[in-house]
Nanobody, 125 residues
Framework: QVQLVESGGGLVQAGGSLRLSCEAS????????MGWFRQPPGKEREFVAA????????YYADSVKGRFAISRENGKNTVYLQLNSLNPEDTAVYYC??????????????????WGQGTQVTVSS
């Protein structure tokens, strides 16, 4: 079973940047659609970004479009989320997720069957 481990979260000032990483164990990572989700304090988990198995298709929530960028390196079993122009509303626990049953991702979190433990991102004003 593939396991996902996120890293790169932390405390940053508004306007700053972070890069989140999600490293996967297992040899089949390169065939999975991958996504990033986040859960702000007291709110539901929400879609942030997703990427197809090859990296050729990318999707973003409207709230992060133009500020965040998702990418992957299948040779390193890693997917990234570059967070730029951060604002306090981006404060959340960020989760990496894999859909092992599909090459192409969705925005629906219920479609993802493998989840990381999450990494905290806190943006101060």
């Amino acid at each position: 079973q593939v396991q996902l481990v996120e890293s790169g979260g932390g405390l940053v000032q508004a306007g700053g940047s972070l890069r989140l990483s999600c490293e996967a164990s297992g040899r089949t990572f390169g065939t999975y659609a991958m996504g990033w989700f986040r859960q702000p304090p007291g709110k539901e988990r929400e879609f942030v970004a997703a990427i197809s198995w090859s990296g050729g298709n990318k999707y973003y929530a409207d709230s992060v479009k133009g500020r965040f960028a998702i990418s992957r390196e299948n040779g390193k079993n890693t997917v990234y989320l570059q967070l730029n122009s951060l604002n306090p509303e981006d404060t959340a626990v960020y989760y990496c997720a894999a859909d092992s049953r599909n090459y192409y991702p969705t925005t629906n979190l219920e479609q993802y069957n493998i989840w990381g433990q999450g990494t905290q991102v806190t943006v101060s004003s």
